[in-house]
């Protein structure tokens, strides 16, 4: 017969070097478990603060869209009036030696050198002016020369009008020398 000799056979827990590496596996695979869970903590409480910081500032945002509305709605008032009143002054003085003339109105004109006045109504094809106390009938596009004394050279223009006013230029030049 033959004879056995038992050989001590290793037991797989009995070798240390083998517990010390599963040991190894087993922490690295807790550390990284627990860093990838500290990871998602850190990840959403930033996110939580992420969160309560675009809803300040979206309300700050809307604040600003708001009054930036607010802003742009008087600008379009104060340009709204601001239109009003030069139409208004355009009708009054409409530009530098131009005048509005109602019926029956008389204005002293070129630093009162010249007074003109529109005697009625126009009528259909001419108007009646009084210049200097002169009565002269005047078609659109005449020009009358007019001027109250031999150092000025004045004219007295009719630009256009209708039933209720007539729009007339003025302009005096220096008189020549001899």
């Given at each position: ?24 596996i087993v922490a690295i695979v807790v550390i990284l478990v627990g860093g990838h869970l500290y990871g998602r903590y850190l990840a959403s409480k930033d996110l939580g603060g992420r969160d309560v910081l675009i809803d300040q500032l979206q309300g700050q945002v809307q604040q ?115």
């Amino acid at each position: 017969m033959a004879d056995r000799t038992q050989s001590p056979r290793q037991s797989l827990f009995d070798d240390s070097r083998f517990v010390s590496v599963i040991a190894c596996i087993v922490a690295i695979v807790v550390i990284l478990v627990g860093g990838h869970l500290y990871g998602r903590y850190l990840a959403s409480k930033d996110l939580g603060g992420r969160d309560v910081l675009i809803d300040q500032l979206q309300g700050q945002v809307q604040q600003q869209k708001r009054a930036a509305d607010q802003k742009a709605a008087q600008i379009s008032d104060l340009q709204a009036k601001l239109a009003r009143v030069q139409a208004q002054l355009e009708q009054i003085q409409p530009s530098k030696d131009t005048y509005n003339i109602l019926p029956n109105q008389t204005l002293i004109v070129a630093d009162g050198k010249i007074t003109v006045g529109l005697i009625g109504s126009p009528a259909n094809e001419s108007i009646m002016l009084n210049i200097n106390g002169k009565q002269l009938a005047a078609a659109a596009g005449q020009v009358i020369p007019a001027g109250s004394d031999s150092s000025a050279n004045c004219r007295v223009a009719v630009q256009s009008f209708d039933m209720f006013k007539a729009v007339l230029t003025v302009t005096c030049a220096p008189a020549k020398g001899q």
